[in-house]
């Protein structure tokens, strides 16, 4: 016999200003499932700022007209608001223009899609990953489209207690 239970978690449960809802179903025979405390996986991050190292890639930079056909369904964050909060990225983030991931507007006026890096740093990858230079930015995105936040999993993975 199984014992489940199903676990709601977000980006933001542990910290990171990104919503990132998914919802998890953990199963197991033979061990049991436990709640951990949530704040050991807590990022200590301040801000989104402190995400965003490759923030000046030109590779990054929105043109002008992509924002104007398409800023009527654009997210776009100012990192001046200490507040501010990105929604979780497709894997057509750079392709598709509607609502496949937050973009954000420094103090330049600049809006930039949030490169591959700097999304892999949100979704808790360790600050030495990088992808292989033979892989594009483009299917870097791809790749990181959908992902699930890595904080999460470790989560999910101490929540499983086997005899």
């Given amino acids: 016999e199984y014992q489940y239970k199903t676990i709601r978690l977000c980006s933001t449960d542990f910290g990171v200003p990104m919503r990132r809802p998914r919802l998890f179903l ?6 049991s499932i436990k709640t951990p ?6 990022d200590k991050r301040a801000n989104l700022m402190d995400y965003l190292k490759k923030y000046g890639d030109s590779r990054c930079i929105v043109k002008d007209e992509v924002l104007e056909r398409y800023h ?3 997210n776009i964050v100012d990192l001046e608001d200490g507040e501010a909060v990105l929604i979780c990225f497709t894997r057509g983030y750079y ?10 507007r420094g103090s330049d006026g600049v809006v930039r899609y949030v490169s591959p890096d700097d999304i892999a740093r949100l979704l808790g990858f360790p600050e030495n990953f990088s992808f ?12 990181l489209g959908n ?12 929540s499983l207690n086997y005899c």
């Avoid at 392709?95 to 954000?104: A, I």
């Fill in 37 to 42: 405390d949530l704040s050991e996986y807590i």
């Fill in 26 to 31: 953990l199963a197991t025979r033979g061990g």
């Fill in 72 to 74: 009527n369904v654009l």
């Fill in 95 to 104: 392709g598709c223009k509607k609502v496949s991931g937050s973009l954000v």
């Fill in 132 to 143: 292989p230079e033979t892989v594009s930015y483009e299917w870097r995105w791809k790749l």
């Fill in 147 to 158: 992902s699930v936040d890595l904080r999460a999993i470790r989560y999910l993975l101490a």
